[in-house]
C-alpha cells in the first residue's frame, strides 16, 4: 500500500516545516527548546494538517532517548504498561520518549497510568491534540507540560509545499506534469489551512489530469471540482464548531451584518442547521430584546419557515432574520435583569411572598390584623397604585434598567408620568 503523498514528503528537518512561524521562527520558544537538545513535556494543539505530528518527529530525531509512539484512537492501557515495562531495559535506559497523538482520546485513567514516570521523568511525553487541552487533558499532566498552540496556515504559506508536491509526483512517476496557472494558488486557498489536505488535493489532481504526448496536464478546472469544499473546518463536536457559533452570534450583536451572513453560510454549508436557528433566536432575545420587542415574534416565523421549508431554501428567511437582527437597535437590558435575579434567587435572596399577593383568602388565628389588602390596579386612575411585590428582603431592588433606545425610553416616560 502507498503511503499518502503527505507522509512520502514528510519534512525532516525543521526549516522545511510550512507555517508556525509564532512558534518555531528564528528566536521563537519553541525552536530554542528544540535546540537546547533538551526535551520537556509537550502539548501540540492545534487543527489537523499544520505540522504537529511532523515536529515533533523532528524532535524525537533530536534525542537518544528511546521512541515509542502511540495513538489515542487505538491504542490502550496494556499498550501503555509495555511501554513502562521497557523502562527497565536495556534499550530504556536513557528514558522514553513517547509520542502520543490525539492525546484527546485517552480517558482520565490511561492518562494518569503514564503520570508518574512522566512526573520523575522517566517518560518524557510529547502529545499532540486537536481539541482544546484544558477540556481534555487531565489537569496534572497539564501541570508537568507546556502547552503550545499550532495555528491554521496561511494560504500564501502552502504555496510552495504544493509546488514541492507537483515536482515530487513527477519524479516519483518520471513523466512531465504541467500544471495550469492558478492551480497552486486554488488548492493552497481551498485547503482551510491544512496542508495534509493541499498535498492529498494534489496528488488527487495528478491521479485525475488529463494525459496527453508529453505527460499530464493539471488543469484549474480539475483542481476546482476536487478542493472546492475542501476550505471549511467544521466538527459539530469539536472548537471549530464553538469558534464558529460564537462569531455568528458576537457578528449579530455587534451588528455586522457582512460578517454574520457568513458565519450563517458556514453553518448551512456543514449543514448545521440547527444551531444557525438556536443562536439566531437567543440573539434576537438577548441582544435586541425590548428594544425592538417585534423582533422575537418575527425571528421565531423565520425560523419556523426554516425548519419547514429545510435547506436549501432555509438559507433565505435566515439570512432574511440575520440582517433584521443585525440592523435592529439593541438592548441586553432584560437580559441583565433575569441575570441579576437568578444571581439573587441562588444566593439564596428572597422571602415569603408579601400576604397581600398570596393566594389563600383567609388567615389563621395568629394573624393579628386579617385580610389580604390587595388593591385591584385596574380600579385605579392609569391602572396603576403603590403596593409592595417583591418580598420584604428585596422590597426596594432593582433589576430592570430600561435601555436607552427609543422603545424602553418611551416606556419609561410613560411609567413616569403614571407613577409621579
Same mark, same amino acid.
Given at each position: 500500500?502507498?503511503?499518502?503523498?503527505?507522509?512520502?514528503?514528510?519534512?525532516?528537518?525543521?526549516?522545511?516545516?510550512?507555517?508556525?512561524?509564532?512558534?518555531?521562527?528564528?528566536?521563537?520558544?519553541?525552536?530554542?527548546?528544540?535546540?537546547?537538545?533538551?526535551?520537556?513535556?509537550?502539548?501540540?494543539?492545534?487543527?489537523? =494538517?499544520?505540522?504537529?505530528?511532523?515536529?515533533?518527529?523532528?524532535?524525537?530525531?533530536?534525542?537518544?532517548?528511546?521512541?515509542?509512539?502511540?495513538?489515542?484512537?487505538?491504542?490502550?492501557?496494556?499498550?501503555?504498561?509495555?511501554?513502562?515495562?521497557?523502562?527497565?531495559?536495556?534499550?530504556?535506559?536513557?528514558?522514553?520518549?513517547?509520542?502520543?497523538?490525539?492525546?484527546?482520546?485517552?480517558?482520565?485513567?490511561?492518562?494518569?497510568?503514564?503520570?508518574?514516570?512522566?512526573?520523575? =521523568?522517566?517518560?518524557?511525553?510529547?502529545?499532540?491534540?486537536?481539541?482544546?487541552?484544558?477540556?481534555?487533558?487531565?489537569?496534572?499532566?497539564?501541570?508537568?507540560?507546556?502547552?503550545?498552540?499550532?495555528?491554521?496556515?496561511?494560504?500564501?504559506?502552502?504555496?510552495?509545499? $504544493?509546488?514541492?508536491?507537483?515536482?515530487?509526483?513527477? /519524479?516519483?512517476?518520471?513523466?512531465?506534469?504541467?500544471?495550469?496557472?492558478?492551480?497552486?494558488?486554488?488548492?493552497?486557498?481551498?485547503?482551510?489551512?491544512?496542508?495534509?489536505?493541499?498535498?492529498?488535493?494534489?496528488?488527487?489532481?495528478?491521479?485525475?489530469?488529463?494525459?496527453?504526448?508529453? =505527460? $499530464?496536464?493539471?488543469?484549474?478546472?480539475?483542481?476546482?471540482?476536487?478542493?472546492?469544499?475542501?476550505?471549511?473546518?467544521?466538527?459539530?463536536? =469539536?472548537?471549530?464548531?464553538?469558534?464558529?457559533?460564537?462569531?455568528?452570534?458576537?457578528?449579530?450583536?455587534?451588528?455586522?451584518?457582512?460578517?454574520?451572513?457568513?458565519?450563517?453560510?458556514?453553518?448551512?454549508?456543514?449543514?448545521?442547521?440547527?444551531?444557525?436557528?438556536?443562536?439566531?433566536? $437567543?440573539?434576537?432575545?438577548?441582544?435586541?430584546?425590548?428594544?425592538?420587542?417585534?423582533?422575537?415574534?418575527?425571528?421565531?416565523?423565520?425560523?419556523?419557515?426554516?425548519?419547514?421549508?429545510?435547506?436549501?431554501?432555509?438559507?433565505?428567511?435566515?439570512?432574511?432574520?440575520?440582517?433584521?437582527?443585525?440592523?435592529?437597535?439593541?438592548?441586553?437590558?432584560?437580559?441583565?435583569?433575569?441575570?441579576?435575579?437568578?444571581?439573587?434567587?441562588?444566593?439564596?435572596?428572597?422571602?415569603? $411572598?408579601?400576604?397581600?399577593?398570596?393566594?389563600?383568602?383567609?388567615?389563621?388565628?395568629?394573624?393579628?390584623?386579617?385580610?389580604?389588602?390587595?388593591?385591584?390596579?385596574?380600579?385605579?386612575?392609569?391602572?396603576?397604585?403603590?403596593?409592595?411585590?417583591?418580598?420584604?428582603?428585596?422590597?426596594?431592588?432593582?433589576?430592570?434598567?430600561?435601555?436607552?433606545?427609543?422603545?424602553? /425610553?418611551?416606556?419609561?416616560?410613560?411609567?413616569?408620568?403614571?407613577?409621579k
Amino acid at each position: 500500500m502507498t503511503a499518502p503523498l503527505a507522509d512520502r514528503i514528510r519534512p525532516s528537518a525543521l526549516d522545511e516545516v510550512v507555517g508556525q512561524q509564532h512558534i518555531l521562527g528564528e528566536g521563537k520558544a519553541l525552536r530554542r527548546i528544540m535546540e537546547s537538545g533538551r526535551i520537556p513535556n509537550l502539548i501540540f494543539y492545534g487543527p489537523s =494538517g499544520v505540522g504537529k505530528t511532523t515536529v515533533a518527529r523532528i524532535l524525537a530525531e533530536r534525542t537518544d532517548m528511546r521512541l515509542h509512539k502511540l495513538n489515542g484512537t487505538t491504542a490502550s492501557t496494556a499498550d501503555i504498561k509495555a511501554v513502562v515495562e521497557e523502562l527497565d531495559t536495556f534499550a530504556g535506559m536513557n528514558g522514553i520518549l513517547l509520542y502520543l497523538d490525539e492525546i484527546q482520546y485517552f480517558n482520565k485513567r490511561q492518562q494518569q497510568t503514564l503520570l508518574e514516570f512522566i512526573e520523575n =521523568g522517566r517518560i518524557t511525553l510529547i502529545a499532540s491534540t486537536t481539541e482544546n487541552p484544558y477540556f481534555y487533558v487531565y489537569n496534572a499532566i497539564l501541570s508537568r507540560s507546556t502547552v503550545f498552540e499550532f495555528k491554521p496556515v496561511e494560504a500564501e504559506e502552502i504555496i510552495p509545499a $504544493v509546488q514541492r508536491g507537483f515536482a515530487f509526483m513527477q /519524479q516519483e512517476r518520471g513523466c512531465p506534469i504541467t500544471v495550469e496557472e492558478g492551480v497552486c494558488a486554488h488548492i493552497a486557498a481551498s485547503c482551510g489551512g491544512d496542508v495534509r489536505k493541499a498535498l492529498n488535493a494534489v496528488e488527487l489532481c495528478v491521479l485525475a489530469g488529463e494525459p496527453d504526448e508529453n =505527460g $499530464v496536464t493539471v488543469t484549474l478546472d480539475t483542481s476546482k471540482q476536487l478542493a472546492q469544499r475542501s476550505a471549511m473546518r467544521y466538527d459539530r463536536e =469539536g472548537d471549530d464548531h464553538y469558534d464558529i457559533i460564537s462569531a455568528y452570534q458576537k457578528s449579530m450583536r455587534g451588528s455586522d451584518a457582512n460578517a454574520a451572513i457568513h458565519y450563517l453560510a458556514r453553518l448551512l454549508e456543514a449543514g448545521d442547521l440547527p444551531s444557525a436557528c438556536r443562536r439566531l433566536m $437567543v440573539c434576537a432575545c438577548e441582544d435586541v430584546g425590548l428594544a425592538y420587542p417585534q423582533i422575537i415574534p418575527i425571528v421565531k416565523a423565520a425560523v419556523d419557515i426554516a425548519l419547514q421549508v429545510g435547506l436549501p431554501e432555509a438559507r433565505i428567511p435566515l439570512a432574511d432574520a440575520v440582517v433584521l437582527v443585525c440592523q435592529a437597535p439593541k438592548s441586553n437590558a432584560v437580559y441583565n435583569a433575569i441575570n441579576t435575579a437568578m444571581a439573587d434567587i441562588q444566593a439564596g435572596k428572597s422571602g415569603p $411572598v408579601p400576604r397581600r399577593l398570596q393566594n389563600k383568602h383567609y388567615d389563621g388565628d395568629e394573624v393579628e390584623k386579617k385580610g389580604q389588602f390587595y388593591e385591584y390596579p385596574h380600579e385605579y386612575p392609569g391602572h396603576w397604585v403603590r403596593q409592595q411585590y417583591l418580598p420584604d428582603a428585596l422590597k426596594d431592588t432593582v433589576y430592570y434598567v430600561p435601555g436607552d433606545n427609543k422603545t424602553e /425610553q418611551s416606556f419609561a416616560a410613560y411609567w413616569k408620568e403614571i407613577k409621579k
